[in-house]
């Protein structure tokens, strides 16, 4: 299984969201996400939340916090482990990101851009302040068959 981190940083209600735009072979082309990416060897999973906000964002995190875990299960990709994470404290200019277009989006917006659909219910979970929590999401290519937060089914 892939391990990944993922953050959504916060300004003034506002979440940095990436448009995935420039790659075209890339599972989440056009889709609305945070930001992050995978775990290289002897990599922590913090160094890893680091790093990618770093090469994507040119931001260095100084107040972050652990949020969840989400086991990404889909038929047409390789299944992913996501350590989820938010942010409020960083330093440093935004700059352009070779993956995507970087904005800033008001919270409340953000769902009506395009995401995944699992992606709605851990955001749903951050707006409620919910407590660190394990999420599985098993997709049928673009479709969430099930949701499973911390061993209960949820209704989709």
């Known amino acids: 299984m892939r391990e990944t981190t993922l953050c959504y ?17 890339d ?11 995978g775990i290289e060897p002897g990599e922590t999973v913090e ?10 964002t040119g931001l260095t995190l100084t107040r972050y916090r652990a949020r969840g875990v989400i086991d990404f299960i889909n038929d047409l990709c390789d299944d992913e482990r996501m350590f989820l994470y938010t942010a409020d404290g960083f330093t440093g200019e935004l700059r352009d990101c070779d993956e995507g277009i970087l904005e800033w989006i008001d ?7 395009s ?7 851990f955001l749903r979970l951050l707006a409620q302040g ?27």
């Open 9 to 25: 940083i916060e300004r003034n209600g506002r979440y940095l969201m990436l448009h995935r735009v420039r790659k075209e072979r």
């Open 107 to 113: 919270i409340p917006r953000v769902p009506e851009l």
């Open 27 to 37: 599972p989440n082309h056009d889709k609305w996400i945070g930001v992050g990416g």
């Open 130 to 156: 919910a407590p660190h929590f394990r999420l599985r999401l098993e997709y049928h290519g673009d479709a969430l068959l099930r949701a499973i937060l911390d061993g209960k089914e949820l209704a989709i």
């Open 47 to 56: 160094q890893c939340l680091l790093r990618e906000v770093m090469e994507e």
């Open 115 to 121: 995401l995944w659909e699992g992606d709605r219910v």
